[in-house]
Nanobody
Framework: QVQLVESGGGLVQPGGSLRLACAAS????????MAWYRQAPGQQRELVAR???????NYADSVKGRFTISRDNSKNTVDLQMNSLKPEDTAVYFC?????????????WGQGTQVTVSS
């Protein structure tokens, strides 16, 4: 099992910045991919950014150039630096990890952290 604990959400004004952090713990062999998703009210959950164990990254078009995902493999953590925030970035942000447990790969989710961008 893998537990993901997020932190760093909150209220910020448009144009501001926030940094989300997620720490993974539990009994796993490795974490292949770590990612951040978000879900706004009435919307489907969408991928924001993902990063592999080798450091390859992918971003949603809506956040390219504003958000940066990074991870520390030695600590099993993933961060999301969010700059130039817009009201449309308001959502619950979820940490996600694809981890090898035993001989299989599983997907795990954190509990989510609220990000509100408003003046």
């Amino acid at each position: 099992q893998v537990q993901l604990v997020e932190s760093g959400g909150g209220l910020v004004q448009p144009g501001g910045s926030l940094r989300l952090a997620c720490a993974a713990s539990g009994n796993f062999f490795s974490i292949v991919v770590m990612a951040w998703y978000r879900q706004a009210p009435g919307q489907q959950r969408e991928l924001v950014a993902r990063i592999t164990s080798g450091g390859s990254t992918n971003y949603a078009d809506s956040v390219k150039g504003r958000f940066t995902i990074s991870r520390d493999n030695s600590k099993n953590t993933v961060d999301l630096q969010m700059n130039s925030l817009k009201p449309e970035d308001t959502a619950v942000y979820f940490c996600n990890a694809d981890a090898v447990v035993g001989s299989m790969q599983w997907t795990y989710w954190g509990q989510g952290t609220q990000v509100t961008v408003s003046s």
